[in-house]
């Protein structure tokens, strides 16, 4: 395991070949980068430029081609789909463009459901406190069909906090929501982002949400450039790739 | 552990809430409910009609014995909880009135008898009225018969062997006398206390005794385990309306199958709601599935929740469905407690067993492929929508609700036969369905092009969902199908009973008629209004040699027209009659009806199959006859085989009528009197006093009770799959409506007019139910034909109308049931709609 120390993410000349009708297809050229722990990192590109791909495999949820890609120092190419659960399980806390609550599940029951998957005692507690933090104390009992886009959004959000991951992966936070939730939305995630120090790895088309985060990577055609200012970063993604 | 627990029962307790389980809930809670009141109904049927059965062998089982039985044995049966009688038969010849005549002796027990009921009348073919008792010492009852043959009138002296007895009432109905219509020669009842007297019963003389037995079916199991080593099958028999292979017995029989069959149609529509519900209910679980593996649960973590969620909701399922299978079977006993008395007093646990376990099963079987499919979806799903399940195999998915229905049906029917025809005509239409969809979709593609309206929103919908439509028109055709299978079925079991025993069917046969008195009795009648049926010609005979070899011709004491046991010859004189046509209920089992056989030296005869093989007759053999001092010899042209329980006259030989040209014969005919016209019988015999008149009205009375009660029972159990179908129906539309709720979303958000995607739904379904009732009309004929011919011994025959009769029913039924599933998704406003489908 060749890996930088506190240094959350790693990828090392990672692909994504998909076999389609027509062909192979690749979806991403090689990708080297890495993501300092506690940093926020926002991966910019218009649609169907490869940053969901790249956000899937930097999360566990898809495999890459070729490369390797290390997660909290652990190697996520070698591992098998029940080892990423778990680490997952551990590591990891997602936020959604379309939220992805489970409609059959009240908004705290909701947040407490990673918590009782990692077998925390205390999944009803920590549930009911972060949903007093997100403002929704009220809204605990609703289902999701019954709570508006924000609120939805802000429950996913106590739920990726709830188990106080390492890592935060957010597909498009605010990509369903109006300015004015969008707003809300956006300052609660890095509030809490601060608060945990987690680190965050946001997928957007929107330039305003990514120039929040500390980084930005931008893709295009399946290729990730570095286009933040700052001449350390530049000089990291260099030594990088 | 504990979290996949609490997560499940979450889950199952907000989704039953929520109504998300309904369809799956649903369709285990109708399975349940379906099997348990069809077999407990049954059950409790089957009971009443063998109790009502018993009655025609006035106990529940009987003992037969050529001598009397060791005295140990009854007291064994009385020690283990059993009523018992007995009585002894002999044939007897009564002296009386100077004249004597063969009679059925019947010394009967006190007790006797234990089932059914003996019905006597002051009067010759006088209506009988129940009576309790049995005659008293001395005193003798004979049947209207013997009054009429020996001219006697009650308080008339008889003799019987070497005892007097003086005649007190006449026997109109006797419950064990069989259904013969000639049943022989007059029945006199005496009490066995008067037996030893009469002297009839010693050495050489041909007596049998009969031990009747009531009791509980487990008790009478529990004797006969007992008594069986003991018993030598050389002079015993033991018999149980089970054994019984009358018409009576073949229509229960038949009537058992027929409920049998309902419920393992019950069983299959079951498993096909079950298999359409777990299907739909993997499909809604894929988000929540896909979220829980991102959020780091595991494989085993996700299979846990489920398995424990499917535990609950069979486990639910299984409860209501009892419950409501319960109050169902108790309404349809209510209901029809005036037709046919069921007992409702008797819990059966056998249906409740076989309902949990279908319950059980279907739950567990058909949820397996539809849970294994959702196991396997990627954690991937929540950025990448569109994808589905990661498994995928319709082969595997095939195999293992086939055989788990086909394992199902054979469990509960332990018959493999009746499993192996249904099942394989349900895969020969699962084959069929597959292909016509396919077809239907190339056919689409012409018949939806153009400009886009309903119609060709309907075809494009056909069209995209090719399988899922696949899928549906195979359980929308199965569920009508088997629909059809169980009307059509009693349609034609009902009517061939009835045409069995029409209104009008003789009651009363008529023989000894002579030659002379045939015009005026024919006009007698006519006069008195009463038609006469056919007159079939008879000539006594005596068989004596087959191929030249003599056979024994001595008159013994055995009836031969009762009892097949008799080898050495016919032991008494035939019956001979002769005609061109074969009679109803007779068949040719070898070699050629006489009016294909071509007449050489000799005619033809055709001869009983039984009786063929007890004097080893063959085909092609010569028999002899002797006709007073002529001698008649015929060739056997062909065996028949001969329903003996049919209320008509039944002969052992039939000959060429040009064989018999030149002897003078009686006659043998019937005619029909109301029961409430029995007066009239007095009236119509009086001229003709050396006509023998046989009374069949009591029996084709009770006959005609029984199959009305049956009918009634198997109307009634069709209702019930009736409703258990059309339940299935709707919970399929229900099913398919939901997957139809984010295309209607769509459509009503792009501003298409409710009237547009109404109408376009209407379509879809008008077409798939047309097209399913097509279908599942042509699987019915062969189903039909398989369990006709193989199971229920039935003529097979084709069924057009239901050609035309059920595309239709099934496009109007599954189109209004898919115009109502639409008209509520429609009276949602748009925005509830898109939320609905978040």
Sequence with gaps: MTTTPNVMIETKNITKVVTTSEGELQILQPISFKVKAGESVAIIGASGSGKSTLLSLLAGLDQVTEGEIFLGGSPLHSMDEEQRARLRGEKVGFIFQSFMLVQSLTALENIMLPAEIAGLDNAKQLGQDILEQVGLAHRGNHYPNQLSGGEQQRVAIARAFITKPKILFADEPTGNLDAANSEKVESLLFELNRDSDTTLVLVTHDPILAKQCQRQLNMQGGVLTDVTSTDAQSAQQQQAS | ?838
Excluded at chain 2, 384 to 395: F, H, K
Excluded at chain 2, 558 to 563: A, G, I, L, S, T
Excluded at chain 2, 811 to 829: E, I, K
């Design chain 2, 1 to 838: 552990m504990k979290y996949g627990f609490n997560l499940a029962w979450r889950l199952f307790k907000h989704e039953a809430k929520r109504g998300e389980l309904t369809i799956i809930l649903f369709a285990i809670i109708l399975s349940v409910a379906a099997v348990l009141s069809l077999s407990l109904f049954s059950e409790r049927l089957q009971g009443a009609l063998t109790a009502k059965s018993a009655e025609f062998i006035a106990a529940d089982r009987l003992l037969e014995s050529d001598k009397p039985v060791d005295p140990s044995w009854i007291s064994k049966a009385k020690e283990m909880g059993l009523d018992t009688t007995q009585q002894v038969y002999a044939r007897s010849m009564v002296f009386g009135n100077e004249q004597m005549t063969l009679t059925s002796l019947r010394a009967a027990d006190d007790g006797y008898p234990l089932k059914g009921q003996l019905k006597t009348s002051t009067e010759a073919f006088g209506l009988g009225e129940v009576t309790k008792q049995l005659p008293a010492t001395g005193e003798v009852w004979a049947e209207s018969l013997l009054l009429q043959k020996l001219a006697l009138k009650l308080g008339d002296k008889i003799e019987v062997g070497d005892k007097e007895f003086t005649l007190t009432r006449v026997i109109t109905d006797v419950p064990d006398s069989g259904f013969s219509v000639f049943g022989g020669n007059p029945k006199v009842l005496i009490g066995l206390q008067d037996l030893a007297a009469t002297h009839i019963t010693g050495p050489g003389s041909r007596v049998d005794y009969t031990y009747f037995f009531v009791g509980n079916s487990a008790d009478l199991d529990d004797y006969y385990d007992w008594l069986r080593p003991q018993l030598n099958r050389e002079i015993h028999s033991w018999q149980s309306v089970e054994d019984d292979d009358s018409r009576l017995g073949r229509s229960v029989g038949r009537a058992e199958q027929y409920f049998l069959l309902a419920s393992l149609l019950a069983i299959v529509l079951a498993a096909v709601s079950i298999a359409v519900a777990a299907q739909r209910y993997s499909q809604r679980h894929y988000d929540p599935v896909a979220i829980m593996k991102t959020l780091g649960a595991s494989k085993q973590l996700v299979q846990r929740i489920y398995l424990y969620q499917i535990s609950f909701i069979t486990l639910l399922g299984i409860v209501l469905g009892s419950i409501a299978g319960f109050i169902i079977q108790q309404l349809v006993v209510l209901a029809i407690a005036d037709k046919v008395n069921v007992s409702i007093d008797v819990w059966h646990w056998r249906p409740l067993i076989i309902a949990v376990f279908t319950g059980m099963i279907c739950a567990v079987l058909f949820s397996l492929y539809p849970l294994l499919k959702l196991f396997s979806v990627p954690p991937l799903r929540v950025l990448r929508r569109d994808l589905g399940a990661g498994m995928s195999s319709r082969v595997l998915q095939f195999a293992a609700t086939g055989s788990a229905i086909l394992l199902l049906m054979w469990a509960y029917s332990q018959n493999l036969q009746i499993s192996l025809i249904l099942f394989v005509s349900g895969i020969v239409l699962v084959c069929a369905l597959l292909a016509i969809t396919y077809g239907l979709i190339a056919l689409g593609r012409k018949l939806g092009q153009g400009k886009m309206g309903a119609w060709q929103l309907a075809w494009a919908r056909i069209k995209r969902r090719a399988m899922d439509n696949s899928v549906q028109l195979i359980s929308f055709s199965v569920t009508i199908m088997l629909l059809l299978v169980v009307l059509v079925m009693r349609n034609d079991m009902v009517s061939q009973w009835r045409d069995q025993l029409p209104e009008g069917t003789p009651n009363y046969f008529m023989s000894n008629i002579t030659e002379q008195q045939r015009p005026g009795l024919e006009q007698h009648f006519t006069q008195l209004g009463v038609e006469t049926d056919v007159f079939y010609p008879v000539v006594r005979a005596r068989f004596v040699s087959i191929n030249g070899e003599k056979i024994r011709t001595e008159i013994s004491k055995e009836d031969e027209e009762q009892k097949d046991s008799g080898r050495n010859g016919l032991g008494r004189e035939a019956n001979l009659t002769w005609s061109d046509t074969l009679q109803n209920e007779n068949e040719i089992v070898a070699g050629k009806w006489l009016d294909e056989w071509q007449t050489g030296d000799e005619y033809g005869v055709s001869v009983e199959e039984r009786l063929a093989d007890r004097l080893n007759i063959k085909l092609d053999d010569k028999l002899t006859f002797n006709i007073g001092s002529e001698v008649v010899s015929v060739t056997v042209t062909s065996l028949r085989s001969v329903n003996w329980q049919t209320m008509q006259p039944n002969f052992f030989f039939v000959l060429q009528p040009e064989a018999m040209q030149g002897y003078l014969p009686t006659y043998i005919t019937s005619f029909h009197v109301p029961t409430q016209d029995k007066a009239k019988i007095a009236q119509l015999m009086q001229p003709f006093s050396s006509v023998t008149l046989f009374d069949v009205d009591a029996r084709i009375n009770q006959l005609r009770d029984i199959v009305d009660q049956v009918s009634v029972a198997v109307e009634f159990i069709l209702v019930l799959v009736l409703i258990a179908g059309s339940l299935v129906l709707i919970a399929q539309v229900q099913a398919s409506m939901d997957e139809r709720q984010q295309e209607l979303a769509i459509l009503r958000t792009l501003g298409a007019k409710g009237s547009l995607i109404r109408a376009s739904v209407i379509y879809e379904f008008l077409i798939i139910g047309s097209v399913a009732g097509l279908m599942a009309a042509f699987a019915n004929e062969l189903t039909l034909y398989l369990l006709q011919s193989q199971i229920f011994e039935m003529q097979g025959k084709l069924h057009f109308e239901y050609w035309i009769i059920a595309p239709l029913v099934g496009a109007v039924t599954v189109g209004l049931l898919g115009a109502a599933g639409c008209w509520r998704l429609l009276a949602l406003n748009t925005s509830q709609l898109l939320r609905k489908m978040v």
